[in-house]
């Protein structure tokens, strides 16, 4: 963590009072506010992508958003695709990504994201065109979507947010809640028996002909930050050069829903959450 | 330029009225009785270097038009009865983010998975909005192949104008029926709209962003007023009806799309009787000729409105009657027709 926060990665917003911020939880602060309105910024003098609004971001302490909204702001930049790239915005914790995003964005029915990705990109094919979901609206409403945007080998970008749980709506087991995890509908843990298993969609996705590039990747650490900003990187490229569907799953934080510290719940995604979704490439063709 | 004439079912006329709109975009799912439609889109999107996607749902299809729509292109998707249950969150969503598109609905029996037979068990789901939240479209109620041809054309411009979808409410008997078809335009007189709004990347402008969730205290009530005042526009402006003898009648019908041409066939028998007889049929169901019908008040005391449903536009014309003068419904459900003698009978008892 220490390292981290040193990190020119680190996610938009500054230095904070974790404790303070857990405790308060999310919901009474405000959505943005705009901040300074020079580059660099920050406390630490960290510089900011240009894609990248200079906004103070509205989610909770140790969130991994920040971190991946950033991610995707440095590769857009380093294509030089700012001007062509369009964004498509979940339901979820990240619907309104548009607010730290500086390009065309639209926000997309829950779940419907890739098929909102696909009628823009068919439409606009020298676009750059990328989905931003979590994993209630990648692999549970749309699980249809996702899996049928991949099939067709739509050259599309998508980035799947996984971290455990529905954020926005206060805490509820999503289809990749871990067994015995404890959530606000799954108050004992989740049980393997009566809710199933935690859905290992990239796997399943890694199997269609049409998906071309499949990576798990996670932002718990400095380390793994960079491997996700590799393969976020590698994502765009595979549009750019025309090769079809990419899929990067990025395992975050959700120390609010956790019941965790930020560095606990960074912890927990090194011992825990990456022990049942593996690290690293499944498929790149 | 000389007109053509072909002979085609009301779902191909469709189709060729969205190609001529200049629509570049279809995405459909397969359901009787439109096929014909999702078929013909298929076929003529190839030929005139357009883009058509057959979805995995009619979820995915009603959001890969907003898609296309947000990236400014004239986009249609179109089904029948239960898939446009479906498809209702996404309507609701174009509603909300102010994008422009087409809907088709051939309707057909219901509830549940009902028939295939034509219906018009849909009205109050077109024109109440079967979607969440306060919105309004145009819903056109094409009689003929000819008239699916010309409001599917026009509905691309009007949803266009006012950013905001606009429905065709048809049924399975127009979109089957094989009816010749004049075509009086051509795509190449189409003009690009200028759409600044569309997402096309942000070169050389602030970017665009197309949403509907507005969380800032007031700010949901005011985009809603802004709606409303949309809505009023069209209101004034677009609401269309056909009348026949309407001034001298002691009894008008009142129907729409297929059912109008059988209460039309039976009012010109009631007519051949010396019953004084006329016909209202909206062409707009939303807006609603309200005041043209409250107007015929002033000299007709009878009403009857036939419907192939339960009884749903007879609710408006009961509010446009407002009480002063008499309303009779004849309908029949679940895929069956009203026939001119059943309508006949219907008028010599009233008479």
């Given at each position: 963590?220490?390292?981290?926060?040193?990190?020119?990665?680190?996610?938009?917003k500054?230095?904070?009072?974790?404790?303070?911020?857990?405790?308060?939880?999310?919901?009474?602060?405000?959505?943005?506010?705009?901040?300074?309105?020079?580059?660099?910024r920050?406390?630490?003098?960290?510089?900011?992508?240009?894609?990248l609004?200079d906004?103070?971001?509205?989610?909770?302490?140790?969130?991994?958003?920040?971190?991946?909204?950033?991610?995707?702001?440095?590769?857009?930049?380093?294509?030089?695709?700012?001007?062509?790239?369009?964004?498509?915005?979940?339901?979820?914790?990240?619907?309104?990504?548009?607010?730290?995003?500086?390009?065309?964005?639209?926000?997309?029915?829950?779940?419907?994201?890739?098929?909102?990705?696909?009628?823009?990109?068919?439409?606009?094919?020298?676009?750059?065109?990328?989905?931003?979901?979590?994993?209630?609206?990648?692999?549970?409403?749309?699980?249809?979507?996702?899996?049928?945007?991949?099939?067709?080998?739509?050259?599309?970008?998508?980035?799947?947010?996984?971290?455990?749980?529905?954020?926005?709506?206060?805490?509820?087991?999503?289809?990749?809640?871990?067994?015995?995890?404890?959530?606000a509908?799954?108050?004992?843990?989740?049980?393997?028996?009566?809710?199933?298993?935690?859905?290992?969609?990239?796997?399943?996705?890694?199997?269609?002909?049409?998906?071309?590039?499949?990576?798990?990747?996670?932002?718990?650490?400095?380390?793994?930050?960079?491997?996700?900003?590799?393969?976020?990187?590698?994502?765009?490229?595979?549009?750019i050069?025309?090769?079809g569907?990419?899929?990067?799953?990025?395992?975050?934080?959700?120390?609010?829903?956790?019941?965790?510290?930020?560095?606990?719940?960074?912890?927990?995604?090194?011992?825990?959450?990456?022990?049942?979704?593996?690290?690293?490439?499944?498929?790149?063709? | 330029?000389?007109?053509?004439?072909?002979?085609?079912?009301?779902?191909?006329?469709?189709?060729?009225?969205?190609?001529?709109?200049?629509?570049?975009?279809?995405?459909g799912?397969?359901?009787?009785?439109?096929?014909?439609?999702?078929?013909?889109?298929?076929?003529?999107?190839?030929?005139?270097?357009?883009?058509?996607?057959?979805?995995?749902?009619?979820?995915?299809?009603?959001?890969?038009?907003?898609?296309?729509?947000?990236?400014?292109?004239?986009?249609?998707?179109?089904?029948?009865?239960?898939?446009?249950?479906?498809?209702?969150?996404?309507i609701?969503?174009?509603?909300?983010?102010?994008?422009?598109?087409?809907?088709?609905?051939?309707?057909?029996?219901?509830?549940?998975?009902?028939?295939?037979?034509?219906?018009?068990?849909?009205y109050?789901?077109?024109?109440?909005?079967g979607?969440?939240?306060?919105?309004?479209?145009?819903?056109?109620?094409?009689?003929?192949?000819?008239?699916?041809?010309?409001?599917?054309?026009?509905?691309?411009?009007?949803?266009?104008?006012?950013?905001?979808?606009?429905?065709?409410?048809?049924?399975?008997?127009?979109g089957?029926?094989?009816?010749?078809?004049?075509?009086?335009?051509?795509?190449?007189?189409?003009?690009?709209?200028?759409?600044?709004?569309?997402?096309?990347?942000?070169?050389?402008?602030?970017?665009?962003?197309?949403?509907?969730?507005?969380?800032?205290?007031?700010?949901?009530?005011?985009?809603?007023?802004?709606?409303?005042?949309?809505?009023?526009?069209?209101?004034?402006?677009?609401?269309?009806?056909?009348?026949?003898?309407?001034?001298?009648?002691?009894?008008?019908?009142?129907?729409?799309?297929?059912?109008?041409r059988?209460?039309?066939?039976?009012?010109?028998?009631?007519?051949?009787?010396?019953?004084?007889?006329?016909?209202?049929?909206?062409?707009t169901?939303?807006?609603?000729?309200?005041?043209?019908?409250?107007?015929?008040?002033?000299?007709?005391?009878?009403?009857?409105?036939?419907?192939?449903?339960?009884?749903?536009?007879?609710?408006?014309?009961?509010?446009?009657?407002?009480?002063?003068?008499?309303?009779?419904?004849?309908?029949?459900?679940?895929?069956?027709?009203?026939?001119?003698?059943?309508?006949?009978?219907?008028?010599?008892?009233?008479?």
């Open positions: 963590m220490k390292k981290r926060k040193k990190s020119s990665l680190r996610g938009p500054g230095r904070s009072n974790l404790k303070k911020e857990i405790a308060s939880g999310a919901s009474s602060r405000p959505f943005f506010r705009k901040g300074g309105a020079s580059r660099p920050n406390d630490g003098g960290v510089s900011l992508p240009a894609s609004r906004v103070e971001n509205h989610y909770c302490a140790g969130c991994g958003h920040g971190i991946i909204h950033r991610l995707i702001c440095e590769a857009i930049d380093e294509f030089g695709i700012r001007e062509r790239v369009i964004g498509v915005a979940p339901v979820g914790c990240a619907v309104i990504a548009y607010d730290y995003w500086d390009f065309d964005v639209t926000e997309a029915a829950h779940g419907r994201t890739p098929a909102v990705a696909t009628g823009i990109k068919r439409v606009l094919p020298g676009n750059i065109v990328f989905t931003y979901q979590g994993d209630g609206d990648l692999a549970a409403i749309g699980t249809s979507e996702i899996i049928h945007a991949a099939n067709r080998g739509e050259n599309i970008t998508v980035i799947f947010v996984n971290n455990g749980v529905y954020g926005m709506t206060g805490g509820q087991m999503a289809p990749t809640t871990l067994a015995g995890q404890k959530t509908t799954t108050p004992g843990g989740r049980s393997l028996r009566r809710e199933g298993y935690p859905l290992k969609i990239l796997e399943m996705i890694a199997v269609l002909p049409g998906a071309k590039y499949v990576e798990r990747v996670s932002v718990h650490s400095a380390q793994e930050t960079l491997r996700a900003k590799r393969a976020i990187h590698k994502a765009f490229k595979m549009q050069d025309n090769k569907f990419s899929i990067v799953e990025v395992l975050s934080m959700c120390p609010t829903y956790w019941g965790m510290t930020p560095i606990q719940a960074a912890d927990r995604i090194k011992n825990e959450v990456s022990t049942f979704y593996p690290l690293g490439v499944i498929k790149s063709c | 330029m000389a007109m053509r004439k072909l002979l085609m079912c009301g779902n191909e006329a469709c189709g060729e009225g969205a190609i001529l709109a200049g629509c570049k975009f279809y995405a799912y397969p359901i009787t009785p439109q096929n014909e439609l999702t078929a013909y889109m298929a076929k003529r999107l190839n030929e005139t270097d357009g883009v058509f996607i057959q979805a995995e749902s009619e979820l995915a299809a009603i959001n890969m038009v907003f898609g296309a729509a947000a990236a400014g292109e004239r986009a249609m998707t179109s089904s029948s009865s239960p898939g446009i249950s479906l498809k209702q969150e996404g609701s969503y174009l509603a909300g983010c102010e994008l422009p598109a087409v809907i088709v609905n051939i309707q057909r029996g219901g509830p549940g998975l009902g028939n295939i037979a034509p219906s018009q068990g849909d109050f789901q077109a024109v109440k909005g979607g969440h939240g306060d919105y309004k479209m145009i819903v056109f109620a094409p009689a003929s192949a000819q008239e699916l041809l010309d409001h599917t054309y026009l509905a691309f411009d009007l949803a266009d104008k006012y950013r905001n979808p606009v429905f065709i409410l048809g049924d399975g008997l127009i089957q029926m094989m009816e010749p078809i004049e075509i009086r335009a051509t795509s190449d007189e189409r003009r690009a709209t200028s759409k600044p709004w569309a997402l096309t990347g942000c070169r050389g402008r602030k970017p665009n962003i197309i949403k509907s969730l507005i969380l800032a205290e007031g700010a949901l009530e005011e985009h809603n007023k802004k709606l409303q005042e949309k809505f009023n526009a069209m209101k004034s402006v677009e609401t269309r009806a056909v009348t026949h003898n309407i001034k001298d009648s002691d009894i008008i019908l009142v129907a729409y799309g297929s059912v109008a059988i209460a039309k066939a039976a009012m010109e028998k009631a007519r051949a009787r010396n019953l004084k007889v006329g016909l209202i049929r909206p062409v169901l939303w807006p609603f000729p309200d005041k043209l019908i409250g107007e015929a008040c002033a000299r007709t005391k009878k009403f009857l409105v036939v419907e192939m449903s339960s009884g749903q536009m007879v609710e408006d014309v009961r509010l446009a009657v407002n009480g002063r003068a008499d309303v009779e419904f004849y309908g029949r459900m679940g895929g069956g027709i009203p026939s001119e003698d059943e309508i006949l009978q219907r008028i010599e008892a009233l008479a």
